[in-house]
């Protein structure tokens, strides 16, 4: 089922993914959306509410279905309308940005981050705010999906082999995806440290990551026998699991198997481990039809 077929059905999910949208108005996409692929929650008869995960997932959809990234296209150039750009001033386009189009989060175990500008610290339990670019010309970070991690990156057991890189938010209303684009935009490598579910594993992959922090299989079974685990959240990420269905990735499949959905708050002071991923991509993770 096509969903974006033409551009009254693009235009609001792109807008929505550039403003971080929390909350829109149902149209006829929205609805869609929502009744095929259980994206977002009714607010009254008029509005939906949408998580930052459903936001990347309609963001990947869009992309697959269309070729089209919202956070890369202008509106001039998807209305087609080269003239409009033209005349588009510098001021003008700085005025529709907020602050937040600009800074992203990083943090480190030692508190200490090598940046464009010079060596930075932070103390401990602490974060810094930087501009996007402030990351440009570094070989890799670890792009962490919640913020409460980045305020307590002491308190998990990193791999050894991942322990001093500095780590990226991935996006908030406040440190928009937007920025975070930018960011990435000029390092080299990216290593994943998502929630251990569905919607996580797709995000990895869709990112191109070289490699992913994940549980190891003693922590997973600590995690399911304590009852942290989340299978609402699992049933709720139905998208990501039909996208994830032809994944060739063994710890995937398994986690599929067994309807796994851990946050990375449920991982905090247990063992985390590494894997590497393809650098060329989700395609050499994902068979064919």
Same mark, same amino acid.
Request: charged share 20%; aromatic share 6%; proline share 5%.
């Given at each position: ?5 033409? +551009?009254?059905? +693009? ?5 929505a ?26 607010? #009254?008869?008029?509005?939906l ?17 269309? #070729?089209?990234?919202?956070? *890369? ?18 001021n003008?386009? *700085? ?6 189009d ?14 464009a ?24 970070? +670890? ?27 991935? #996006? ?18 990216? +290593? ?13 992959l ?37 996208? *994830? ?7 995937v499949?398994?986690m599929?198997l ?32």
């Amino acid at each position: 089922m096509r969903i974006f077929d033409n +551009i009254r059905a +693009i235009k609001p999910v792109v807008i929505a993914i550039r403003q971080d949208a929390r909350k829109v108005k149902i149209n006829a996409t929205w609805l869609s959306l929502h009744t095929t692929y259980r994206i977002g929650k009714r607010l #009254g008869a008029t509005y939906l509410t949408l998580t930052d995960a459903e936001l990347h997932t309609v963001r990947m959809m869009l992309q697959r279905e269309t #070729g089209i990234d919202a956070l *890369l296209v202008s509106m001039e150039e998807l209305e087609g309308d080269r003239l409009a750009l033209a005349k588009k001033s510098r001021n003008e386009k *700085l005025a529709r940005l907020r602050p937040g189009d600009f800074v992203v989060m990083v943090a480190s175990l030692s508190g200490e981050i090598q940046l464009a500008t010079g060596l930075y610290n932070h103390p401990a339990n602490g974060t810094l705010s930087v501009p996007a670019e402030e990351l440009h010309g570094l070989d890799t970070v +670890i792009l962490v999906e919640n913020q409460a991690v980045m305020f307590a990156v002491n308190e998990y057991h990193w791999p050894s082999n991942v322990m001093h890189l500095p780590m990226l938010f991935r #996006g908030s209303p406040q440190i928009t995806p937007a920025a975070v684009t930018r960011a990435l935009a000029g390092i080299k490598n990216v +290593i994943c440290f998502p929630d251990f579910d569905p919607q996580g594993w797709m995000n990895t992959l869709t990112a191109g990551a070289q490699g992913i922090v994940v549980p190891s299989a003693n922590t997973i079974a600590e995690i399911v026998a304590s009852q942290w685990d989340k299978p609402q959240d699992y049933e709720n990420q139905n998208v990501a699991r039909e996208w *994830l269905q032809r994944a060739t990735i063994p710890i995937v499949q398994d986690m599929l198997l067994k309807k796994l959905a851990l946050s990375q708050e449920s991982m905090a002071g247990m063992e985390l481990e590494y894997l590497s991923l393809n650098p060329t991509g989700a395609s050499d993770y994902i068979s064919g039809d």
